[in-house]
């Protein structure tokens, strides 16, 4: 079975730093997946981490240890529109994709 | 523009009706997938398909049939529906390649069961 870990809820300022833990103990393990999905609307790719490390994409940036089972998104110079929820998914060996229950991060002014 | 097309957009069924919902991607994709969106569960798979003419069970595949007959397209049967199956509900698919395989959503459908 997969069990994926992330905190409900954020709170940030715009312009800061937050940083977005994922936990995760899986049976079986292809990749690691943050998504960002906007009130209403559907999940869309943010980044993938299949190997040990940090992978960076402009303001946001993603780290996978797989020995911890541990993942983070950091997202840098907050903006009003990157109030979401970010959502942490793990692919097995199956290439299914499971997904936390998401953070809801609000970004205040 | 390519994607992920889901019908109906949103649907108020009445208990005990039959509902299929309608999905079809134009991206060539080999794999698709249905998921529900519940408040505070997240997305959960309810079946998927790898390749056109096979389908397999996700985590709560209870309830809900699905057929994939070619590539594009992947209906979801609810043959019988009941309040517990209320849910926003999206169709997403992947290349199944020896890439990063990313999931690419549907717009969602938005299920009622009165």
């Known amino acids: 079975g997969q069990n994926i870990d992330q905190p409900t809820e954020m709170t940030a300022t715009e312009g800061a730093i937050v940083q977005i833990n994922c936990t995760y103990q899986?049976?079986?393990?292809?990749?690691l997946f943050w998504y960002q999905q906007h009130a209403g609307e559907a999940p869309t790719f943010l980044s993938y981490n299949v190997l040990d490390g940090l992978e960076e994409k402009g303001r946001f940036s993603s780290f996978l240890s797989r020995s911890k089972g541990y993942s983070y998104l950091l997202l840098k110079e907050l903006q009003m529109k990157d109030s979401a929820s970010y959502l942490c998914?793990?692919?097995?060996?199956?290439?299914?994709?499971?997904f936390g229950a998401g953070t809801t991060v609000t970004v205040r002014a | 523009i390519a994607g992920i097309t889901q019908a109906p957009t949103s649907q108020i069924l009445a208990a005990g009706r039959r509902m299929t919902l309608r999905c079809t991607q134009d991206?060539?994709?080999?794999?698709m997938y249905w998921y529900r969106q519940d408040l505070g569960l997240g997305l959960r798979l309810i079946h998927y398909?790898?390749?056109?003419?096979?389908?397999g069970k996700g985590e709560v595949p209870d309830g809900y049939s699905v057929s994939r007959a070619n590539t594009d397209d992947f209906p979801l049967t609810l043959a019988s529906a009941v309040p517990s199956q209320t849910s926003v509900y999206f169709c997403?698919?992947?290349?199944?390649?020896?890439?990063?395989?990313?999931?690419?959503f549907g717009a969602g459908s938005r299920l009622t069961v009165l």
């Open positions: 398909s790898n390749t056109a003419g096979t389908t």
């Open positions: 991206m060539r994709h080999n794999a």
């Open positions: 998914a793990v692919r097995d060996d199956d290439y299914k994709l499971s």
């Open positions: 899986t049976s079986g393990f292809n990749g």
């Open positions: 997403a698919s992947s290349p199944q390649d020896s890439g990063a395989n990313v999931l690419t």
